[in-house]
Protein backbone atom coordinates (compact mmCIF):
# COMPACT_ATOMS: atom_id res chain seq x y z
CA UNK A 1 0.00 0.00 0.00
CA UNK A 2 0.75 3.58 -0.94
CA UNK A 3 2.85 5.30 2.30
CA UNK A 4 4.02 8.66 2.99
CA UNK A 5 5.44 10.96 5.89
CA UNK A 6 5.48 14.39 5.63
CA UNK A 7 6.10 17.65 7.85
CA UNK A 8 3.71 19.51 9.54
CA UNK A 9 5.68 22.35 9.96
CA UNK A 10 5.45 25.04 12.80
CA UNK A 11 4.59 28.58 11.66
CA UNK A 12 5.63 32.01 13.68
CA UNK A 13 3.79 35.34 13.51
CA UNK A 14 6.42 37.70 13.37
CA UNK A 15 3.36 40.56 14.49
CA UNK A 16 0.63 40.01 15.16
CA UNK A 17 -2.42 43.43 14.63
CA UNK A 18 -5.54 43.58 15.87
CA UNK A 19 -7.44 45.79 13.58
CA UNK A 20 -11.11 45.59 14.86
CA UNK A 21 -13.34 43.19 15.72
CA UNK A 22 -16.17 42.05 13.23
CA UNK A 23 -20.05 40.92 13.79
CA UNK A 24 -19.56 37.38 13.47
CA UNK A 25 -16.89 37.82 16.73
CA UNK A 26 -13.82 37.13 14.70
CA UNK A 27 -11.02 39.70 14.80
CA UNK A 28 -9.24 41.28 11.24
CA UNK A 29 -6.22 40.89 11.98
CA UNK A 30 -2.65 41.96 10.10
CA UNK A 31 0.25 39.84 10.50
CA UNK A 32 3.31 38.16 9.26
CA UNK A 33 3.96 34.73 8.69
CA UNK A 34 6.95 32.83 8.04
CA UNK A 35 7.14 28.78 8.53
CA UNK A 36 10.23 26.47 10.71
CA UNK A 37 11.92 23.84 9.10
CA UNK A 38 10.66 21.85 12.13
CA UNK A 39 7.36 20.40 12.95
CA UNK A 40 5.16 17.13 13.47
CA UNK A 41 5.51 14.02 11.53
CA UNK A 42 2.62 12.77 9.79
CA UNK A 43 2.45 9.01 7.94
CA UNK A 44 -0.22 8.70 5.58
CA UNK A 45 -1.18 5.05 4.62
CA UNK A 46 -3.77 4.62 1.78
CA UNK A 47 -6.52 1.44 2.13
CA UNK A 48 -8.89 0.76 -0.40
CA UNK A 49 -11.98 0.70 2.75
CA UNK A 50 -13.57 4.34 3.03
CA UNK A 51 -12.23 4.26 7.18
CA UNK A 52 -9.99 7.31 8.19
CA UNK A 53 -8.01 6.12 11.21
CA UNK A 54 -5.93 8.13 12.93
CA UNK A 55 -2.70 6.75 14.86
CA UNK A 56 -1.55 9.50 17.69
CA UNK A 57 0.36 7.84 20.72
CA UNK A 58 -2.75 9.39 22.55
CA UNK A 59 -2.28 13.40 23.35
CA UNK A 60 -5.29 13.54 24.59
CA UNK A 61 -7.61 14.75 21.71
CA UNK A 62 -10.13 12.44 20.52
CA UNK A 63 -10.01 11.04 16.98
CA UNK A 64 -13.07 12.98 16.35
CA UNK A 65 -11.81 15.88 17.32
CA UNK A 66 -8.56 15.92 15.75
CA UNK A 67 -8.00 18.47 13.00
CA UNK A 68 -6.39 15.66 10.54
CA UNK A 69 -9.28 13.51 10.98
CA UNK A 70 -11.88 16.44 10.51
CA UNK A 71 -9.68 17.60 7.62
CA UNK A 72 -9.13 13.86 6.03
CA UNK A 73 -13.07 13.55 6.27
CA UNK A 74 -14.04 17.03 4.29
CA UNK A 75 -11.60 16.28 1.90
CA UNK A 76 -13.61 12.63 1.44
CA UNK A 77 -16.70 13.89 1.88
CA UNK A 78 -16.16 16.61 -0.52
CA UNK A 79 -14.74 14.88 -3.53
CA UNK A 80 -16.54 11.49 -3.10
CA UNK A 81 -13.70 9.42 -2.79
CA UNK A 82 -13.83 5.46 -2.13
CA UNK A 83 -10.58 5.33 -0.53
CA UNK A 84 -9.93 5.80 2.97
CA UNK A 85 -6.25 6.48 5.06
CA UNK A 86 -4.54 5.24 7.54
CA UNK A 87 -2.53 8.35 9.57
CA UNK A 88 -0.06 8.24 11.85
CA UNK A 89 1.28 11.56 13.59
CA UNK A 90 4.22 11.97 15.49
CA UNK A 91 3.35 15.23 17.74
CA UNK A 92 6.51 17.58 18.02
CA UNK A 93 4.69 20.75 18.15
CA UNK A 94 3.14 22.02 21.67
CA UNK A 95 -0.42 22.22 21.56
CA UNK A 96 -1.84 25.59 22.07
CA UNK A 97 1.57 26.68 21.96
CA UNK A 98 0.74 29.76 19.10
CA UNK A 99 3.24 27.90 16.27
CA UNK A 100 -0.33 26.31 14.62
CA UNK A 101 0.18 22.71 15.23
CA UNK A 102 -3.15 21.83 14.90
CA UNK A 103 -3.89 24.22 11.52
CA UNK A 104 -0.23 22.56 10.54
CA UNK A 105 -1.42 19.32 10.50
CA UNK A 106 -4.98 19.90 8.94
CA UNK A 107 -2.83 21.05 6.05
CA UNK A 108 -0.31 18.91 5.68
CA UNK A 109 -3.45 16.68 5.82
CA UNK A 110 -5.40 18.35 2.76
CA UNK A 111 -2.56 18.90 0.95
CA UNK A 112 -0.77 14.91 1.03
CA UNK A 113 -4.55 13.62 0.71
CA UNK A 114 -5.18 15.66 -2.59
CA UNK A 115 -2.63 13.88 -4.16
CA UNK A 116 -2.76 10.31 -2.87
CA UNK A 117 -6.47 9.62 -3.91
CA UNK A 118 -5.93 12.51 -6.94
CA UNK A 119 -8.62 14.68 -6.05
CA UNK A 120 -6.71 17.77 -7.93
CA UNK A 121 -7.96 20.41 -6.09
CA UNK A 122 -6.18 23.55 -6.68
CA UNK A 123 -4.51 25.35 -3.56
CA UNK A 124 -7.79 28.12 -3.59
CA UNK A 125 -10.26 25.24 -3.18
CA UNK A 126 -8.20 23.46 -0.61
CA UNK A 127 -7.88 26.53 1.46
CA UNK A 128 -11.40 26.87 1.34
CA UNK A 129 -12.18 23.91 2.82
CA UNK A 130 -9.13 24.63 5.62
CA UNK A 131 -10.53 27.62 6.39
CA UNK A 132 -13.82 26.00 8.14
CA UNK A 133 -11.70 23.77 10.05
CA UNK A 134 -9.38 26.97 10.79
CA UNK A 135 -8.62 30.54 10.36
CA UNK A 136 -4.84 29.38 10.44
CA UNK A 137 -5.31 27.04 7.81
CA UNK A 138 -5.15 28.70 4.45
CA UNK A 139 -1.30 29.67 5.18
CA UNK A 140 -0.44 26.71 5.56
CA UNK A 141 -2.00 25.55 2.08
CA UNK A 142 -0.31 28.16 0.45
CA UNK A 143 2.85 27.22 1.94
CA UNK A 144 4.97 30.91 1.75
CA UNK A 145 5.74 33.28 3.37
CA UNK A 146 2.97 36.17 3.58
CA UNK A 147 1.57 39.42 5.21
CA UNK A 148 -2.23 37.88 5.78
CA UNK A 149 -5.13 40.49 6.17
CA UNK A 150 -8.91 39.60 6.82
CA UNK A 151 -9.02 36.80 10.02
CA UNK A 152 -5.78 35.26 8.22
CA UNK A 153 -6.88 34.07 4.94
CA UNK A 154 -5.83 36.90 2.81
CA UNK A 155 -2.24 36.58 1.66
CA UNK A 156 0.57 38.54 0.11
CA UNK A 157 3.84 36.49 0.18
CA UNK A 158 6.98 38.65 0.92
CA UNK A 159 10.31 37.59 1.25
CA UNK A 160 12.47 37.29 4.30
CA UNK A 161 16.12 36.96 4.75
CA UNK A 162 16.89 33.54 6.37
CA UNK A 163 17.33 33.67 10.23
CA UNK A 164 17.49 31.02 12.81
CA UNK A 165 15.03 31.04 16.00
CA UNK A 166 15.08 29.40 19.18
CA UNK A 167 11.05 28.62 20.04
CA UNK A 168 10.54 28.53 23.68
CA UNK A 169 7.63 26.69 25.28
CA UNK A 170 7.28 27.74 29.06
CA UNK A 171 4.75 24.65 29.70
CA UNK A 172 1.53 26.74 29.78
CA UNK A 173 -1.15 25.62 27.16
CA UNK A 174 -2.69 29.39 26.16
CA UNK A 175 -6.52 28.91 24.59
CA UNK A 176 -6.69 31.52 21.89
CA UNK A 177 -10.84 31.54 22.00
CA UNK A 178 -10.00 33.17 25.55
CA UNK A 179 -7.60 35.53 24.64
CA UNK A 180 -9.29 36.77 21.87
CA UNK A 181 -12.81 36.75 23.76
CA UNK A 182 -10.52 39.04 26.85
CA UNK A 183 -11.96 42.27 27.15
CA UNK A 184 -8.79 43.58 27.68
CA UNK A 185 -7.20 42.70 24.33
CA UNK A 186 -6.63 45.66 22.26
CA UNK A 187 -8.34 45.50 19.00
CA UNK A 188 -7.69 49.02 17.29
CA UNK A 189 -4.44 49.08 15.90
CA UNK A 190 -4.04 51.04 12.71
CA UNK A 191 -3.70 49.01 9.28
CA UNK A 192 0.01 48.89 8.68
CA UNK A 193 0.80 52.10 6.01
CA UNK A 194 3.24 51.03 3.12
CA UNK A 195 6.90 51.24 3.94
CA UNK A 196 6.33 49.93 6.97
CA UNK A 197 9.58 48.17 9.08
CA UNK A 198 9.27 44.74 11.43
CA UNK A 199 10.85 47.43 14.10
CA UNK A 200 7.71 49.03 14.38
CA UNK A 201 5.17 46.29 14.78
CA UNK A 202 4.34 44.48 17.73
CA UNK A 203 2.29 41.24 19.04
CA UNK A 204 -0.88 43.03 20.43
CA UNK A 205 -2.01 39.69 22.44
CA UNK A 206 1.18 40.08 24.39
CA UNK A 207 0.69 42.11 27.04
CA UNK A 208 -2.50 40.57 28.00
CA UNK A 209 -1.19 36.98 27.50
CA UNK A 210 2.04 38.28 29.89
CA UNK A 211 -0.84 39.64 32.75
CA UNK A 212 -2.57 36.60 32.54
CA UNK A 213 0.79 33.92 32.76
CA UNK A 214 3.74 34.69 34.46
CA UNK A 215 5.65 31.88 32.81
CA UNK A 216 5.20 33.65 29.71
CA UNK A 217 6.71 37.27 30.69
CA UNK A 218 9.34 35.30 32.70
CA UNK A 219 10.44 33.55 29.43
CA UNK A 220 10.13 37.09 27.40
CA UNK A 221 12.56 38.28 29.82
CA UNK A 222 14.81 35.24 29.71
CA UNK A 223 14.91 35.54 25.63
CA UNK A 224 15.78 39.12 26.07
CA UNK A 225 19.36 38.11 26.96
CA UNK A 226 19.88 36.88 23.59
CA UNK A 227 17.98 39.52 21.32
CA UNK A 228 14.54 41.32 20.92
CA UNK A 229 12.04 38.34 22.17
CA UNK A 230 8.44 38.20 20.84
CA UNK A 231 5.33 36.16 21.50
CA UNK A 232 4.07 34.45 18.61
CA UNK A 233 0.25 33.81 17.86
CA UNK A 234 -2.00 33.93 21.05
CA UNK A 235 1.22 32.41 23.19
CA UNK A 236 2.30 30.34 24.57
CA UNK A 237 5.57 30.16 22.26
CA UNK A 238 8.19 33.15 22.67
CA UNK A 239 10.79 33.14 20.54
CA UNK A 240 14.14 35.19 19.35
CA UNK A 241 15.79 35.48 16.10
CA UNK A 242 19.20 35.07 15.87
CA UNK A 243 21.86 34.67 12.14
CA UNK A 244 23.25 31.90 12.56
CA UNK A 245 22.26 27.96 13.85
CA UNK A 246 25.41 28.60 16.51
CA UNK A 247 23.76 31.40 18.10
CA UNK A 248 20.34 29.91 18.29
CA UNK A 249 21.68 26.76 19.67
CA UNK A 250 23.89 28.53 22.07
CA UNK A 251 20.76 30.18 24.11
CA UNK A 252 18.69 26.62 23.94
CA UNK A 253 21.92 25.25 25.71
CA UNK A 254 21.19 27.57 28.44
CA UNK A 255 17.70 27.21 28.54
CA UNK A 256 16.21 26.75 32.01
CA UNK A 257 15.09 23.08 32.41
CA UNK A 258 11.42 24.08 33.72
CA UNK A 259 11.03 25.25 29.95
CA UNK A 260 11.37 23.15 26.95
CA UNK A 261 12.13 24.74 23.28
CA UNK A 262 13.45 23.67 19.60
CA UNK A 263 16.05 25.53 17.21
CA UNK A 264 14.71 25.95 13.85
CA UNK A 265 15.69 28.34 10.76
CA UNK A 266 13.19 30.05 8.46
CA UNK A 267 11.45 28.34 5.37
CA UNK A 268 10.46 30.56 2.45
CA UNK A 269 8.03 28.06 1.18
CA UNK A 270 6.62 25.43 3.27
CA UNK A 271 8.64 21.99 3.87
CA UNK A 272 5.01 20.27 3.63
CA UNK A 273 4.96 21.69 0.00
CA UNK A 274 8.72 20.72 -0.84
CA UNK A 275 8.52 17.46 0.31
CA UNK A 276 5.37 16.65 -1.56
CA UNK A 277 6.79 17.92 -4.87
CA UNK A 278 9.88 16.06 -4.22
CA UNK A 279 7.64 13.27 -4.11
CA UNK A 280 6.12 13.91 -7.47
CA UNK A 281 8.92 14.02 -9.42
C1 LIG B 1 -3.97 34.06 16.42
C2 LIG B 1 -3.51 33.20 15.28
O1 LIG B 1 -2.79 32.09 15.76
C3 LIG B 1 -2.56 33.99 14.41
O2 LIG B 1 -1.87 33.16 13.53
C4 LIG B 1 -4.66 32.71 14.49
O3 LIG B 1 -5.37 33.77 13.91
C5 LIG B 1 -5.57 31.74 15.21
O4 LIG B 1 -5.92 30.82 14.23
P1 LIG B 1 -6.67 29.44 14.59
O5 LIG B 1 -6.08 28.84 15.82
O6 LIG B 1 -6.66 28.64 13.31
O7 LIG B 1 -8.08 30.02 14.93
P2 LIG B 1 -9.51 29.34 14.91
O8 LIG B 1 -9.41 27.91 15.33
O9 LIG B 1 -10.17 29.68 13.61
O10 LIG B 1 -10.20 30.21 16.06
C6 LIG B 1 -9.88 30.05 17.43
C7 LIG B 1 -10.53 31.16 18.19
O11 LIG B 1 -9.88 32.41 17.93
C8 LIG B 1 -10.79 33.40 17.52
N1 LIG B 1 -10.23 34.11 16.35
C9 LIG B 1 -9.39 33.46 15.49
C10 LIG B 1 -8.86 34.14 14.39
C11 LIG B 1 -9.24 35.50 14.20
N2 LIG B 1 -8.78 36.18 13.16
N3 LIG B 1 -10.07 36.11 15.07
C12 LIG B 1 -10.57 35.43 16.15
O12 LIG B 1 -11.33 36.01 16.93
C13 LIG B 1 -12.06 32.68 17.12
O13 LIG B 1 -13.18 33.38 17.56
C14 LIG B 1 -11.98 31.35 17.81
O14 LIG B 1 -12.69 31.34 19.00
N1 LIG C 1 -3.81 17.62 15.37
C1 LIG C 1 -3.92 18.54 16.33
N2 LIG C 1 -2.82 19.07 16.88
C2 LIG C 1 -2.91 20.02 17.84
N3 LIG C 1 -4.06 20.47 18.33
C3 LIG C 1 -5.20 20.00 17.82
C4 LIG C 1 -5.18 19.02 16.80
N4 LIG C 1 -6.43 18.73 16.49
C5 LIG C 1 -7.21 19.49 17.27
N5 LIG C 1 -6.49 20.25 18.08
C6 LIG C 1 -7.03 21.22 19.08
O1 LIG C 1 -6.66 22.53 18.66
C7 LIG C 1 -6.18 23.31 19.76
C8 LIG C 1 -5.16 24.32 19.25
O2 LIG C 1 -4.06 23.61 18.85
P1 LIG C 1 -2.76 24.25 18.18
O3 LIG C 1 -1.62 23.39 18.59
O4 LIG C 1 -2.96 24.45 16.73
O5 LIG C 1 -2.70 25.65 18.91
P2 LIG C 1 -1.85 26.89 18.59
O6 LIG C 1 -0.46 26.49 18.21
O7 LIG C 1 -2.03 27.85 19.72
O8 LIG C 1 -2.53 27.43 17.28
P3 LIG C 1 -2.71 28.89 16.75
O9 LIG C 1 -1.43 29.62 16.81
O10 LIG C 1 -3.18 28.59 15.36
O11 LIG C 1 -3.77 29.49 17.64
C9 LIG C 1 -5.61 22.28 20.74
O12 LIG C 1 -5.71 22.72 22.06
C10 LIG C 1 -6.46 21.04 20.49
O13 LIG C 1 -7.56 20.99 21.37
Known sequence: MTSVS??????????L???NKRDDGYHELETLF???DFGDELTF???NEKTISLCDDNYGIPQHDNLIYKAALALQSYKKVPLGVNIKLIKKLPMGGGVGGGSSDAAT????LNTLWNCQLTIAELANIGVKLGADVPVFIHGKTAVAQGIGEKLTPIKL????YCVVFPNVHISTAEIFTHPDLPRNTPKLSE???LAETQNDCEALVKKLNSEVEKTLLWLLKYGPSRMTGTGACCFVELDSQIAAQRVLNSLPSCWQGFVAPNSAISPAHTQLEARLK
Open 34 to 36: TFL
Open 195 to 197: GWK
Open 161 to 164: PKKW
Open 17 to 19: HIN
Open 6 to 15: ITAPAKLNLF
Open 109 to 112: TLLT
Open 45 to 47: TLT
